[in-house]
């Protein structure tokens, strides 16, 4: 299920950087969430300068390098885990695009396990173990 798309500008990023942001984000995301690395999924969408505006203009004017990116997860994950990715993400593409820090945004989306398929089956029957086990664990405080 850990899914996060970065957004870039295009040809602001060498092939050799893409690189090292996606493997990056799947480390973290299977660390953070303690998930097998082969649920993990990390994608790179371009946008030409032309059409991403930072800042009030097009940063084919501007220059202006702000990636944003979002996740997902599904929903009963412990906000620390959520907030531990947001930063861990945030810090990735500082590191690795040498990029402001504070022209970088993110967002988690929750998806309730109903919701999700994997293989055309709903996550709350392929995982039905580990969505109730995060469900105790947030019932009793231990999450």
Same mark, same amino acid.
């Given at each position: 299920?850990? &899914?996060?798309? !970065?957004?870039?500008?295009?040809?602001?990023?060498?092939?050799?950087?893409?690189?090292?942001?996606?493997?990056?984000?799947?480390?973290?995301?299977?660390?953070?969430?303690?998930?097998?690395?082969?649920?993990?999924?990390?994608?790179?969408?371009?946008?030409?300068?032309?059409?991403?505006?930072?800042?009030?203009?097009?940063?084919?004017?501007?220059?202006?390098?702000?990636?944003? !990116?979002? !996740?997902?997860?599904?929903?009963?994950?412990? @906000?620390?885990?959520?907030?531990?990715?947001?930063?861990?993400?945030?810090?990735? &593409? $500082?590191?690795?695009?040498?990029?402001?820090? +504070?022209? $970088?945004?993110?967002?988690?989306?929750?998806?309730?396990?109903?919701?999700?398929?994997?293989?055309? +089956?709903?996550?709350?029957? @392929?995982?039905?173990?580990? $969505?109730?086990?995060?469900?105790?664990?947030?019932?009793?405080?231990?999450?």
């Amino acid at each position: 299920m850990p &899914i996060i798309n !970065f957004h870039l500008v295009e040809g602001l990023s060498t092939p050799a950087q893409d690189e090292r942001l996606l493997l990056g984000a799947c480390r973290l995301y299977a660390q953070v969430l303690d998930a097998p690395m082969d649920r993990v999924r990390a994608f790179i969408t371009s946008h030409r300068p032309s059409q991403m505006a930072v800042a009030g203009d097009l940063v084919a004017h501007n220059g202006l390098h702000a990636p944003w !990116f979002d !996740f997902i997860v599904l929903d009963g994950r412990p @906000l620390v885990q959520r907030q531990h990715l947001l930063r861990g993400f945030t810090d990735l &593409i $500082v590191d690795v695009l040498g990029v402001r820090r +504070e022209l $970088v945004r993110g967002c988690c989306r929750r998806v309730q396990p109903e919701d999700w398929a994997i293989g055309g +089956e709903p996550a709350s029957v @392929l995982r039905k173990d580990e $969505v109730d086990a995060r469900a105790r664990a947030a019932a009793s405080g231990a999450a």
